[in-house]
């Protein structure tokens, strides 16, 4: 280089470089400010005090696993540090001073420490915006211990500390997004709790054993997507706790003891599109289950209970793209044909295993026209409706049975499945007729599929549907054959639901060859709660058939509460008479004069029901509305009737007075006087006839 010649700024940059490498305190490392990473690490080194002569260029310090008590001062090189990492040390408070010196300071790692408590003010005014104190021993956060750095959090941590309780408006964090509580010792969220967290995106609390969210918990929340409250003790899913997550997206619920859904539980978050209720203890899903989830892609049910599906639970889910069923008990649903899946037109995915499906009916899967990826692994499947997938392109199918009826029925499978591309993801293997017991359905010969027996059951009788009279007995029957002598067993549903604890008696005898069971349901002194669907399953080891619904509608005849008493009024006045009466249905209230009902007071519109107080009235009654009134009640269980006479009081008036008359002596005088009034009024002067000389 030629004397004189300034040196060129790259050889420069390279000699400040290996100057501040050679500065590098021991044990720490320093990799330099390579890129934006200016950091000093001195983790897993022992230490209790900072090293000397740190250098002046680093903004990031890792001094993690060693022997820190306190936070510690780096001098001048402080003021300069972004991110602070002291994991696994020995800081078992917090003091506001040690933290004064870090005014850029933006990334605070102090988890796995013995911190105990966070008193108020215990951050210095700083721009802090990630903060991590998990797996502490937190148990108190006293109100105000957070708010010098309210204005610029954006990440908060306290997994794995022993918090037990959460002060009402105890987060006052304007700008956090981002908020962690999981495996503390919360047990209940009071309402209000996060009022003051308005820009909060998401909130994870697992592992809490929370046992009760109080109405309003997550009030002031309207913007946090994502929920995440799995492995709590959470018994069911109501809209109070909801309220106010109107911008919910993600909601987690896994793992906890969920019974139930309130019929309105989504009144408050209709935006969610991501549900998981996996792994509760849900048994019934009724009709409103999912009311107001319009926009919900992905729900998961896996590992309930599930045996009770209301009707039409999930129409109103038009844009579910997964639905995740595993381990539940609904294998009625898809052998009974009740097209449980109508509605979900953009269904993708649809996962059924370990159900207990025993056959796939024609109509199984009705309105999933966009399903492409279908799991039925695990439930033992024996029959398969040739048009059971005709209606889908199906990109995967997973089944795998060997317990298969491979009669005429199932010839169509073979060749389908080779054609769909699903003969690897498909174990197909027969288990009747005893021919082909073992064999793949891949390996059976088309001419082999035959049909010269029917060993599953058949419904040869349904049952009817009847009206009874409420207490009167009822029963309900229905026939099934086989051509096999496999034991037949029957249960009896009632608006989808079995009957556990049914009168039923069972009758079986072979007939031309034929098993024929016949199942007879007896309903005693049946009330109002008996009626409903009914409905019989016949099943035997190739599977089960479902007899059509029989409605039971039970009617009760009327009685009278109110009868119409005999009533005498005067003329102009208004006439009142009761008359209410109960049965099943309710019975209607007719109303009729002397056997009919075209009478004046019908004719002139002074007659008036009032149907709500039960009271009949006629305005400005007159004489011509005298007469026997019939208070009819009646229902489709039949009509009784009760009579009142009204009596209508006219004071009497001359309808033709005294004249008078001139006479001659020796004729005979007549003085005529004619009265009216109801009743007929009687004389109460002489009539006197006289010849006067």
């Known amino acids: 280089m030629a004397a004189g010649r300034p040196t060129p700024p790259a050889l420069l940059l390279l000699v400040l470089s290996v100057v501040g490498l050679d500065s590098c305190p021991t044990p720490c490392s320093c990799p330099g400010p390579t890129n934006k990473a200016h950091l000093l690490d001195c983790s897993r080194k022992r230490l209790s005090a900072v090293p000397g002569n740190p250098p002046a260029w680093i903004t990031q310090l890792n001094m993690n696993n060693n022997e820190f008590t306190s936070i510690p001062f780096l001098g001048d090189v402080t003021y300069n540090i972004t991110t602070l990492s002291l994991v696994h040390n020995r800081i078992s408070e917090l003091v506001t001073q040690q933290l004064q010196s870090y005014v850029s300071l933006e990334s605070l790692d102090l988890s796995s420490n013995s911190i105990s408590e966070l008193k108020a003010g215990a951050f210095p005014p700083m721009q802090l915006k990630y903060l991590n104190l998990s797996n502490n021993k937190i148990s108190n956060l006293e109100p105000g211990c957070l708010d010098n750095v309210s204005h610029s959090l954006l990440v908060l941590k306290l997994n794995r500390n022993r918090i037990s309780a959460l002060p009402q408006k105890g987060f006052r964090l304007s700008q956090l997004h981002f908020l962690e509580l999981k495996r503390n010792r919360i047990k209940t969220v009071e309402s209000l709790t996060f009022k003051g967290l308005d820009s909060l995106k998401s909130l994870k609390m697992q592992r809490n054993g929370i046992t009760k969210l109080m109405d309003g918990a997550f009030f002031g929340l309207g913007g946090m997507e994502e929920l995440e409250l799995e492995h709590n003790n959470l018994t069911e899913v109501t809209k109070g706790w909801l309220y106010g997550l109107r911008g919910l997206r993600s909601l987690r619920l896994a793992h906890n003891a969920i019974s139930s859904i309130r019929p309105d539980a989504w009144e408050f978050c209709q935006r969610l599109e991501d549900l998981d209720l996996s792994q509760n203890q849900l048994s019934r899903l009724e009709e409103k289950a999912f009311a107001g989830l319009g926009l919900l892609e992905k729900l998961n049910l896996g590992e309930n209970a599930i045996s009770h599906l209301g009707e039409g639970v999930f129409s109103t889910l038009a844009n579910l793209r997964t639905l995740d069923i595993r381990n539940n008990e609904i294998s009625w649903a898809i052998e009974d044909s009740i097209g449980v899946f109508d509605g979900m037109k953009k269904l993708n995915t649809l996962v059924l295993q370990r159900n207990g499906i ?29 048009e059971a997938f ?21 010839q169509w499978m073979g060749g389908w499945l080779t054609a769909s591309g699903f003969q690897h993801s498909v174990a197909a293997v027969c288990a009747h007729p005893a021919s082909l017991l073992g064999r793949p359905v891949l390996s059976v010969s088309p001419d082999l599929f035959v049909c010269d027996d029917f060993p599953k059951p058949r419904i040869a009788e349904h049952p009817e549907t009847m009206v009874a009279l409420r207490g009167t007995n009822v029963t309900l029957s229905c026939r099934a054959t086989s051509s096999s002598d496999s034991s037949m067993s029957t249960a009896w549903r009632k608006d989808g639901e079995l009957l556990y604890d049914a009168q039923v008696q069972n009758f079986a005898r072979y007939q031309q060859g034929e098993l024929v069971y016949t199942t007879v349901l007896h309903l005693l002194n049946v009330n109002f709660t008996d009626e409903g ?8 080891h190739f599977g089960s058939n479902y007899s059509s619904w029989a409605k039971l509608t039970v009617n009760e005849l009327p009685s009278f509460l109110k009868t119409p008493m005999d009533l005498t009024i005067r003329t102009g006045t208004m006439a009142r008479l009761e008359c209410a009466a109960e049965g099943h249905p309710a019975p209607q209230i007719a109303w009729q004069k002397d056997g009919g009902t075209d009478f004046p007071a019908a004719r002139e519109r002074r007659m008036h029901v009032m149907p709500d107080d039960d009271i009949f009235f006629i305005a400005n009654v007159k004489t011509e509305d005298m007469g026997v009134y019939s208070c009819t009640a ?32 020796g004729e005979t005088a007549v003085l005529q006087c004619i009265a009216g009034g109801s009743p007929a009024p009687a004389s109460t002067g002489p009539r006197t006839t006289g010849r006067w000389s």
Do not use: W
């Open 358 to 386: 025993k056959s796939i009916t024609r109509k199984a899967f009705d309105g999933l026209e966009a399903l492409e990826h279908l799991d039925l692994s695990k439930n033992g499947i024996m029959s398969v409706h040739p």
């Open 390 to 410: 005709s209606h889908m392109k199906l990109k995967t199918l997973l089944l795998n049975s060997s317990s298969l009826l491979c009669d005429c029925q199932l």
């Open 533 to 540: 669907r009914y409905q019989c399953v016949v099943t035997n």
């Open 634 to 665: 009646q229902n489709a269980a039949g009509s009784l009737s009760a009579n009142a006479t009204l009596t209508v009081l006219e004071t009497p008036s001359f309808l033709r007075p005294l004249e008078d008359r001139t006479v001659a002596r």
